[in-house]
């Protein structure tokens, strides 16, 4: 059965950092795409950013150059470092995985972590 695990979320003042991780189990994270998403009260769930199998990755303009996604596959974990937080990035945080990036958003999926930013 596969599993994901999503940790690290909470409250932090803007321009503080968080990093949130992902761990897996009954799937190989190395093998795989993963992707963090982030959803708002009100909002659609929106892919920030992902990782491919091969370790290329993919950021929203809304957060390249703040946070960074990295993989340790001997703990076949994800980990999204978020810096410079802004109110906007308040949301609950989901970690997807897939064979294919283009699949994620259908993908096994964690249950979400909060993650809010004060003002």
């Known amino acids: 059965q596969v599993q994901l695990v999503e940790s690290g979320g909470g409250l932090v003042q803007a321009g503080g950092s968080l990093r949130l991780s992902c761990a897996a189990s009954?799937?190989?994270?190395?093998?795989?795409?993963v992707g963090w998403y982030r959803q708002a009260p009100g909002k659609q769930r929106e892919l920030i950013a992902t990782?491919?199998?091969?370790?290329?990755?993919i950021y929203a303009d809304s957060v390249k150059g703040r946070f960074s996604i990295s993989r340790d596959n001997a703990k076949n974990t994800v980990y999204l470092q978020m810096n410079s937080l802004e109110p906007e990035d308040t949301a609950v945080y989901y970690c997807h995985t897939s064979l294919l990036l283009s699949t994620l958003f259908n993908g096994y999926r964690g249950q979400g972590t909060q993650v809010t930013v004060s003002s």
């Open positions: 009954g799937i190989m994270f190395s093998a795989n795409a």
């Open positions: 990782i491919a199998s091969g370790d290329s990755t």
